[in-house]
C-alpha cells in the first residue's frame, strides 16, 4: 500500500549504499487533496523543487564523485514521493561507479519520473562552487506584527479576512513562523512561506495567526502549501496568487512546494536557514 504508515518512516532502516530504485516510496496526492475540496482538475499550477545536497557516486576509476541536485517534481503528478525513501535511494549510488554526471542525471530523472508518475527534470551542480548563495525572500515580513496569539492548530482559515471594500493591491508577504509535523512520525518541520496576490487587501494580522495555526498540524510540507492556497482562494478570492514554501533540509533534503494560480516557474533562492 502507498500510505505513509508503509512507508520507511519512523522505522529502523539499513542504509544500503548500493543502487536500488525500488527504495522510492511514492504517495498518493488524491487522498490528502480531497479533504480540502480538490477534485481530479487541479486549482492551480506548480511544482515541487527539491534540492539533494548528500549525493556522490564513484567514477568508473572509484574515485568518489560528489554534487548538488535539484530536482523538479510538477504539481500535477499523482505522487509525491516520501522524503526518508527519496534520501535512501539517493545514498544506494554511494558505492556505484557510473559513467559520468550525464548518465546518472538520466538514471535519476528515469527512476524519480516513474515514481512520480510524470517527468521529473533533473539538475546536478559541481558542489565546490559557490552557485547557491543564501539570500533573502522578497516580500514584507509578516513576523514584526506585534500581536498576541494563542491558536496553534489545527489550521483555522476563519483568520482569514480580505477587505473587499477597498481599493484592490498588489502585495507580497513573507513569514518565517511556518511549522508543521511530519505526519508519521511527528518530527517538526519548519519553513518560511512566500505569499504574492493581486486583489482586496489581506489582513496581514490575520494571515499570520492562520499560518501559525500549522504549528500543531500534521501534513506532509506539499499538502501544506495546497491547503494555504485552497484556504487564501477561498477566504480572500484574489485575482492572482502564488504560495512557496521553503522548508529546512532534514536528511539532506529540503522539499519547496510552489503553488499558483497561473503558470509560472519559481526561482530556488536558498535561504540562510536551509
Keep these: 500500500m502507498s500510505t505513509p504508515e508503509h512507508s520507511p518512516l519512523g522505522k529502523d532502516t539499513v542504509y544500503a549504499d ?15 487533496r480531497a479533504e480540502i475540496g480538490i477534485a481530479e482538475t487541479l486549482p492551480f499550477h506548480g511544482v515541487d523543487i527539491w534540492n539533494a545536497y548528500e549525493l556522490s557516486w564513484l567514477d568508473p576509476r572509484g574515485k568518489p564523485q560528489v554534487a548538488l541536485a535539484e530536482f523538479h517534481v510538477p504539481a500535477s503528478s499523482p505522487h ?3 522524503s526518508k525513501s527519496f534520501k535512501l535511494y539517493l545514498n544506494g549510488f554511494a558505492q556505484e561507479r557510473i559513467a559520468d554526471a550525464a548518465t546518472l542525471s538520466a538514471t535519476l530523472m528515469h527512476d524519480l519520473s516513474a515514481a512520480a508518475g510524470a517527468v521529473v527534470n533533473v539538475q546536478l551542480r ?12 522578497d516580500g514584507l515580513l509578516l513576523d514584526e506584527q506585534n500581536i498576541a496569539i494563542d491558536h496553534y492548530g489545527p489550521p483555522n482559515a476563519d483568520l ?3 477587505d473587499t471594500a477597498a481599493t484592490p493591491v498588489a502585495e507580497i508577504l513573507v513569514s518565517h513562523l511556518l ?12 519553513g518560511s512561506v512566500q505569499i504574492a496576490y493581486h486583489g482586496a487587501p489581506i489582513d496581514h494580522a490575520g494571515l499570520l495567526r492562520y499560518l501559525v495555526s500549522f504549528r500543531t498540524h500534521n501534513e506532509f510540507h506539499e499538502q501544506c502549501v495546497e491547503r494555504i492556497f485552497v484556504d487564501l482562494t477561498r477566504r480572500c478570492a484574489p485575482r492572482q496568487l502564488s504560495v512557496y514554501a521553503r522548508y529546512t533540509r532534514r536528511g539532506g533534503l529540503d522539499i519547496n512546494p510552489f503553488r499558483s494560480s497561473a503558470p509560472a516557474t519559481p526561482g530556488n533562492p536558498r535561504t540562510v536557514r536551509q
Design 18 to 32: 548500493r543502487y536500488d530504485p525500488r527504495l522510492l516510496f511514492p504517495i498518493p496526492r488524491a487522498d490528502k
Design 160 to 162: 482569514l479576512q480580505a
Design 126 to 137: 559541481d558542489a565546490h562552487a559557490s552557485a547557491l548563495p543564501a539570500v533573502d525572500l
Design 179 to 190: 511549522r508543521s509535523n511530519c505526519p508519521v512520525t511527528g518530527q517538526p518541520d519548519w
Design 80 to 82: 509525491i514521493i516520501e
